[in-house]
Nanobody, 123 residues
């Protein structure tokens, strides 16, 4: 069982930055691939980024590539999402999730989810 708690969301102007954190409970955090997803009002949850258990391989949605960076600290049981050059279309609730499966892009493959943190980007 893994419990995930996100933090770091807030209101920021376009062009600004935010750093999201996701703290995980349990001693098996390092065994999981971690992902970030987001869901805007009226839209489906979408993949943002993922990082393999060792941290050596990362994946990004095209819409955030070059602006967002995912990282993890297995010693602290924490995964991060550094978001730069934010745009109003990045406004959403951001969720972190954990999976042991090879598939990182589909939300249905993730076993554990956090409660989400709101990110609002004003124009």
């Amino acid at each position: 069982q893994v419990q995930l708690v996100e933090s770091g969301g807030g209101l920021v102007q376009a062009g600004g930055s935010l750093r999201l954190s996701c703290a995980a409970s349990g001693r098996t955090f390092s065994m999981y691939t971690m992902g970030w997803f987001r869901q805007a009002p009226g839209k489906e949850r979408e993949f943002v980024a993922a990082i393999r258990s060792s941290g050596g391989i990362t994946y990004y949605a095209d819409s955030v590539k070059g602006r967002f960076t995912i990282s993890r600290d297995n010693a602290k049981n924490t995964v991060y999402l550094q978001m730069n050059s934010l745009k109003p279309e990045d406004t959403a609730v951001y969720y972190c999730a954990a999976t042991k499966t090879p598939n990182v892009y589909r939300s249905s493959w993730y076993d554990y989810w956090g409660q989400g943190t709101q990110v609002t980007v004003s124009s």
